[in-house]
């Protein structure tokens, strides 16, 4: 039996990281994959829960080393995905969901042509700087950078399989839940997580 692998994709301040939080809230048996990043982490993060923070030597000889299913430099950053976390968690038919940008997406994909694919918009440009301006944790330079960076992100949303528009967050998280329950009643998931009774009846 092998778990879905759900990669959920967005721009910055499109509320992907509320999203996700609260449909793991809902659906616990989703294990969330842990990235690794070379950023310095924010007021209240915690290393090993939001992200592993690795300095950059180190994060530089883990990509020779060919340990991440996907990597990414982002606003000056990089990001990178344990390849055999994620293959031993499938592997023992644990769902996983990767939060990752449409970058990482595009290389998780010709490893695991399989996977369930979600790309998070925000309702307007107007609200999405709102978002990033209430953060209070960047300056005017950066958001400026990141809503530009956005615009060209959002360009790529052809290439998920699943869109939600995140305006109102009860909704949007209905959304992303229905796309979850959907990919879990597809013949091969379905095959894959009842083969005993697929075998008696088919």
Same mark, same amino acid.
């Given at each position: 039996m092998f778990g879905t692998l759900y990669v959920v994709a967005a721009p910055s301040g499109a509320g992907k990281s509320t999203l996700v939080g609260r449909l793991l809230e809902c659906e616990p048996s !989703? $294990?969330?994959?842990?990235?690794? =990043? =070379?950023?310095?982490? #924010? $007021?209240?993060?915690? @290393?090993? &829960?939001?992200?592993?923070?690795?300095a950059v030597d180190d994060f530089l000889q883990r !990509?020779? #080393?060919?340990?991440?299913?996907? %990597?990414a430099e982002v606003h000056g950053n990089f990001y990178g995905t344990s390849q055999k976390w994620i293959a031993d968690q499938l592997a023992a038919g644990r769902d996983v969901l990767l939060e990752i @940008? %449409? *970058?990482? $997406?595009q290389q998780v994909r010709k490893l695991f042509p399989e996977m369930v694919s979600v790309f998070i918009l925000p309702p307007s440009m107007t609200?999405?700087?709102? &978002?990033?301006? +209430? &953060? +209070?944790? @960047?300056?005017?330079?950066?958001i400026e950078r990141r809503l530009a960076a956005a615009q060209a992100e959002m360009r790529h949303v052809g290439e998920f399989d699943y869109v939600i !528009?995140?305006? *109102?967050l009860d909704q949007a998280l209905e959304d992303l839940r229905a796309v979850v329950r959907a990919s879990r009643l597809g013949f091969k998931a379905q095959r894959s997580r009842h083969g005993t009774l697929f075998a008696k009846l088919i």
């Open positions: !989703i $294990a969330l994959s842990i990235s690794c =990043t =070379t950023r310095s982490p #924010r $007021a209240g993060e915690v @290393d090993g &829960r939001e992200y592993h923070f690795v !990509i020779s #080393r060919e340990e991440f299913l996907e %990597w @940008d %449409w *970058q990482g $997406a609200e999405l700087e709102r &978002r990033l301006v +209430g &953060r +209070g944790t @960047d300056s005017h330079d950066v !528009i995140n305006d *109102q």
